[in-house]
């Protein structure tokens, strides 16, 4: 059973990246919230449509298309092109030497777009949940927006949020499943290893489903 530490390894490696997604994903959240929510139309249809692209997208091709899109956007730069500007042109152009692109952190950006596209509808709907008096209570006290925001307001946002946020950062631990397929060493690409190498591919990812069994119901469990 010497697998079962690199397995164990795999797991850890799993649950990290699930939890840079995460991290990186709730701050895009409430950017993308907040887009969606200002005032000026343009910027709130942009940010409108990239939620709406992220969440018509399969998972796989947007971790396909983030590891690959990396490896081309430093070919392009190296390569050098230029952005026209009126009657003149400027050249852009970088001396790049390693166009090895991290597996790891394309699978984390891509996880946490996904993440992020799904958590701010949580977040914009939390946001509207809190009554509008809470505001006006604000106001009363003579608080500026931006502390009637923090200090008022988004604790309560939090609160209405949290039970669909797990939600979904369950979804995201279950998805890190597809980084395997850009050779990042999380537990299912260590299980079709093992799997490979002990041609007993049934009994192995029975014990990967455990393992993710251990782990998700943990981490189901709301305040």
């Known amino acids: 059973m010497n697998e079962i530490f690199p397995l164990a ?20 959240a409430m950017l993308f919230a907040v887009l969606e929510s200002v005032k000026w139309r343009p ?19 947007v971790v396909l298309f983030i590891y ?9 730069l190296s390569d050098g092109f230029t952005i026209p500007l009126g009657f003149t042109q400027i050249p852009v152009q970088m001396q790049i030497e ?5 597996p790891f952190l394309c699978g984390a950006i891509a996880l946490s777009l996904l993440y992020a596209a799904y958590a701010s509808q949580t977040l914009r709907g ?4 809190v009554p509008q008096g809470q505001w006006e209570s604000g106001q009363a006290l003579g608080l ?19 039970p669909g946020l797990g939600n979904q950062w369950l979804v995201l631990l279950k998805d890190t499943a597809l980084v395997s397929l850009i050779s990042v060493n999380d537990l ?5 290893s093992i799997a490979t190498r002990t041609q007993e591919p049934f009994n192995w990812y029975i014990i990967a489903a455990a393992i993710y069994l251990v782990i998700t119901p943990v ?5």
């Open 43 to 61: 910027v709130a249809w942009l940010a409108t449509g990239i939620v709406t692209i992220l969440r018509g997208l399969p998972e796989i091709l």
């Open 126 to 129: 939390a946001l509207k949940a």
């Open 188 to 192: 299912m690409l260590q299980t079709k």
């Open 98 to 102: 390693n166009f090895d692109v991290s």
């Open 219 to 223: 981490e189901s469990i709301h305040p």
């Open 9 to 28: 390894s795999a797991a850890g490696m799993t649950v990290g990246l699930a939890v840079c997604a995460l991290v990186i994903g709730l701050v895009l």
């Open 68 to 76: 690959f899109g990396s490896s081309q956007l430093l070919l392009t």
């Open 144 to 162: 500026s927006k931006a502390a009637i925001f923090f200090r008022l307001v988004m604790p309560q946002m939090w609160r209405h949020a949290l």
